[in-house]
């Protein structure tokens, strides 16, 4: 570990070097790529820099063990000393393991219905709802691309891009089944339904991240559907593209600007393709170890918010909340700290067992 650590600050040295020379700022591109560089390793340089002070603390407090007068005094500097470089090591694990690059992009969230018909639409609107309030909390722009609304309000499908600092970083973890079971505004009876909807979580890409090939695009232009009335759009600037080596279809309409909509469903469109070749990555490497977290795939069960027990349980890490209201309002940073501890947990576990 000390010499990867040694490494990152010839590293950080030869960043900062570079950016104390004018020669660096022709090309804004360079510029931009080293301070993102800078950033990113100043917390590994800190915390290092850290651990290097502590240690020559210690050797300094052994020194005084032998002086009669200053043996107590020296003991317990010398325990708290150890206590701090221990902290300081496994922070020091963490912040070497090996980083997600999508971690500081933003976000192309779908949530769609599943199982359990009105109900599951009605759902899906709740957990666009529950979503849309955290990013709220942390101060994050949410647009919606695409939607499709059932009559009493639910939701078929939803697309929204969520743009904030690290918001995929936060999200990642969300995508899957979430299972619900409560009764229905839909249910004269009072029983209760388990319904479900899908949440995929889908880092934005630009065109540098993953080329589309013009030749695999079919683009086709509709009329907006509104909500009637003033809101029906009365020209053609809804878009569809279809990949045709795949089948893959996406549609925006929520702008009206056709240019804006075309722009927003191609950077879907990268996302869900990138996303689907990872998946098969993951697929292909299905005897390696894998994160306790979960692969993402949308098909896997996630979590269950049960109404009538107040209680959200996340089955990939066992944790349950007795806090449903506050949590369907926003409140998931309790529930994406764990999973993030989790995950990070098992990455340690993992690098820990490696040759």
């Not at 013009?214 to 509104?226: A, E, H, V, Y």
């Not at 209201?325 to 990070?344: F, V, W």
Request: glycine content about 6%.
């Amino acid at each position: 570990m000390l010499e990867k650590l040694r490494q990152v600050e010839a590293r950080y040295t030869e960043v900062e070097a570079k950016l104390a020379e004018s020669a660096y700022y022709a090309d804004p591109a360079v510029s931009r790529a080293l301070f993102q560089e800078q950033s990113r390793l100043r917390p590994i340089i800190e915390t290092y820099r850290a651990y290097l002070q502590t240690q020559t603390d210690l050797a300094e407090t052994r020194a005084l063990l032998d002086d009669p007068d200053l043996h107590d005094m020296a003991s317990e500097e010398l325990h708290a000393l150890s206590t701090r470089q221990t902290a300081l090591e496994k922070e020091l694990r963490l912040l070497l393991l090996p980083r997600d690059p999508n971690d500081d992009k933003n976000v192309i969230l779908e949530i769609r219905s599943g199982v359990g018909g009105e109900e599951s639409a009605l759902f899906a609107h709740s957990l666009y709802r529950m979503y849309s309030m955290y990013a709220d909390r942390k101060g994050w722009k949410t647009e919606v691309a695409n939607l499709s609304e059932t009559e009493l309000g639910g939701i078929r499908e939803i697309s929204v891009i969520i743009t904030g600092a690290g918001a995929y970083s936060r999200l990642k973890f969300e995508s899957g089944v979430h299972r619900v079971q409560r009764v229905p505004e839909t249910e004269a009876g009072g029983r209760i339904h388990t319904s479900t909807a899908t949440v995929a979580v889908l880092p934005e890409l630009e065109e540098i991240d993953f080329a589309l090939d013009p030749k695999d695009l079919q683009i086709d232009t509709f009329r907006s559907s509104g909500a009637g009335g003033q809101h029906v759009n009365k020209t053609e600037s809804a878009i569809r593209i279809t990949h045709l080596p795949t089948g893959m279809v996406v549609e925006c309409q929520d702008e009206r600007s056709q240019y804006k909509n075309k722009d927003r469903a191609m950077k879907i469109l990268a996302s869900r393709l990138y996303a689907m070749e990872e998946e098969k990555r993951s697929s292909e490497q299905a005897a390696e170890r894998r994160s306790q977290v979960g692969t993402g795939m949308r098909n896997e069960r996630i979590r269950t918010y049960n109404f009538p027990q107040g209680r959200v349980t996340d089955h990939r890490i066992g944790l349950t909340l007795y806090k449903i209201d506050q949590i369907m309002d926003g409140a998931l940073d309790e529930i994406m700290d764990a999973l993030i501890t989790a995950d990070q947990a098992e990455k340690l576990k993992a690098s820990a067992e490696e040759p």
